[in-house]
């Protein structure tokens, strides 16, 4: 997973020429969800499904996490 998440953040940082900051909150927003459905192997937050996804973003809702941040971590899944 960290190879992947390493060329992840990469292309966000070279081809994407994204921030710094934002940079690093996708990349920790894919660990996250990948780290949320605990499946190590998935090649990529495409090979999550829309049901775990989902339970993704309504246990940060339930955590109080803000709609700012969920905003954020939902942008880093589509990137």
């Known amino acids: 997973?960290?190879?992947?998440?390493?060329?992840?953040?990469?292309?966000?940082?070279?081809?994407?020429?994204?921030?710094?900051?934002?940079?690093?909150?996708?990349?920790?927003g894919v660990r996250l969800l990948l780290e949320f459905v605990a499946d190590p192997e998935?090649?990529?937050?495409?090979?999550?499904?829309?049901?775990?996804?989902?339970?993704?973003?309504?246990e940060a809702e339930e955590a109080g996490l803000a709609s700012g941040?969920?905003?954020n971590r939902w942008y880093a899944v589509r990137a």
């Open 1 to 28: 997973m960290h190879d992947r998440l390493a060329r992840f953040e990469a292309h966000l940082r070279d081809y994407e020429r994204l921030a710094p900051a934002t940079v690093y909150a996708w990349t920790r």
């Open 42 to 58: 998935a090649a990529s937050a495409g090979e999550v499904s829309a049901a775990e996804f989902s339970a993704w973003l309504r």
């Open 69 to 71: 941040t969920r905003q």
